[in-house]
């Protein structure tokens, strides 16, 4: 989070632990009731969503959590034709937005947009959509408010195995950071050139071998094989029998353990079928709470009691 804008959400420099479960009550009034009153009172506000790369998820779930208070999203999607083709900047393109004056910006964008600078220069608050292989803290929240609902409140403690391409993930990035906040234990799994480095950079444990992390830990959560960011292709079948949640592997999974995922999935490289449709999967659950978690977020940034 920038320090000079402290309505922001990009990292949790700005959020302490009673901070983030007072979200997670708010999301959780807001799974239960609608918000009529809060409907009336936004009208009139509007939130731009800036996706300057693809999204389903992310956008859709800031989306409809806008139309839940009654904010008007008006959405900039990067491949809906816009004045970028015509060779405008990303910054410029931020500033024309942000002259229209909204109630509060989402951005997501690569690494080579800074949007710890961006926070810093505007007073709305700006939120984090996924930054590069920086941050994506709103979905680092909606994990955690899941696995809070399925333990009965309690996270501190207790041990999260991220699987997989850690080194190019935003995600993993964001739970390192929000893991020193509640207290809970992160480590990680995968071959040496997706885990090495960013388990020196963020002092992780790091697991070589699926069969002991999935013994050590009490959620596992598989990332997206990023291709798109792979300088050179590697062997997904390789992968896959290593690293994969499939059938063969399916048995380590202790009984009681949380399956995740953030999604988009490669089906048949990090998880199979079996595994997303097994009963401890939450990979459907995660998609709706981070409708609740980014209205909770949007209000309290707001303003919102
Ligand atoms: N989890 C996630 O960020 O998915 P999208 O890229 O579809 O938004």
């Not at 094989?225 to 994969?244: P, T």
Request: charge should be negative; hydrophobic fraction near 40%.
């Amino acid at each position: 989070m920038s320090s000079r804008n402290k309505n922001s959400l990009i990292h949790f420099s700005n959020l302490n632990s009673t901070d983030i479960y007072s979200i997670f009550d708010t999301a959780r009034q807001f799974s239960l009731v609608p918000q009529i009153d809060l409907i009336a009172k936004n009208k009139g506000r509007t939130a731009a969503l800036v996706f300057f790369e693809s999204s389903t998820r992310t956008r859709m779930s800031f989306e409809s959590a806008c139309a839940r208070l009654g904010i008007y999203p008006m959405l900039f999607d990067i491949k809906s034709g816009s004045s970028l083709e015509k060779g405008e900047s990303f910054e410029d393109t931020i500033l024309n937005i942000a002259a229209m004056q909204p109630d509060l910006m989402v951005i997501r964008s690569g690494n080579n947009l800074d949007q710890l600078s961006i926070a810093a220069d505007f007073e709305i608050p700006i939120l984090s959509a996924g930054w590069g292989v920086k941050a994506h803290p709103t979905q680092a929240l909606l994990d955690i408010y899941t696995l809070n609902e399925k333990w009965n409140g309690i996270v501190h403690g207790k041990k999260l195995l991220i699987l997989g391409d850690v080194m190019h993930s935003r995600v993993a990035a964001s739970h390192f950071e929000l893991a020193k906040i509640l207290n809970y234990e992160v480590a990680i799994c995968g071959p040496h050139h997706f885990v090495d480095k960013a388990a020196q950079a963020a002092g992780v444990q790091v697991f070589s071998d699926l069969k002991s992390g999935l013994d050590w830990c009490d959620a596992v959560m598989a990332l997206r094989v990023q291709n798109e960011r792979h300088q050179d292709s590697f062997d997904m079948s390789h992968y896959s029998e290593h690293f994969g949640l499939n059938e063969n592997t399916k048995k380590w999974i202790k009984p009681d353990c949380v399956i995740m995922h953030p999604g988009p999935i490669n089906h048949g490289v990090e998880m199979d079928a079996v595994v997303i449709s097994d009963s401890r999967s939450v990979i459907l659950k995660q998609v709706t709470h981070g409708v609740y978690v980014r209205q909770a977020l949007i209000n309290q940034l707001l303003g919102g009691s």
